[in-house]
C-alpha cells in the first residue's frame, strides 16, 4: 500500500501510538492507553507470532497501534543513514 492509499487519513507515527511516562511501566514505551511495550510487537513476530495471535493475547493494542508502530520502524530504516543497497 502505498502512501497515496492512505490519503485523506491521519498520518500514522510513532508519536501517534506510542507514548513514554515514568509512570508507566518505568517511562519504557508503550503504545499509547495501553502497558503493553511497544517491542513486545517486534518481539511477538519475530519469534513467529501471527498478528491475530498478537491482538489475542494483548487485546488493548489495536491495528493502529502496529500500523503506527510498523511504519515508523520502515520510516527510520529507509533514512539515508543507511548504506545504499545498490553499491
Known amino acids: 500500500m ?11 507515527t510513532e508519536q501517534g ?7 508507566v ?3 519504557t514505551p508503550v503504545f499509547k492507553r495501553t502497558r ?6 517486534f518481539d511477538y513476530l519475530l519469534l513467529g507470532g501471527s498478528l491475530d495471535d498478537f491482538y489475542d493475547e494483548f487485546p488493548t493494542v489495536t491495528p493502529e497501534h502496529v500500523r503506527g508502530a510498523l511504519q515508523s520502524a ?8 543507511f548504506p545504499s543497497r545498490c553499491e
Open 2 to 12: 502505498s502512501a497515496t492509499a492512505t490519503s485523506g487519513r491521519r498520518p500514522l
Open 17 to 23: 501510538v506510542i507514548s513514554c511516562d515514568s509512570d
Open 25 to 27: 511501566v518505568g517511562g
Open 36 to 41: 503493553v511495550p511497544a517491542t513486545t510487537l
Open 74 to 81: 520502515r520510516d527510520h530504516v529507509g533514512q539515508s543513514m
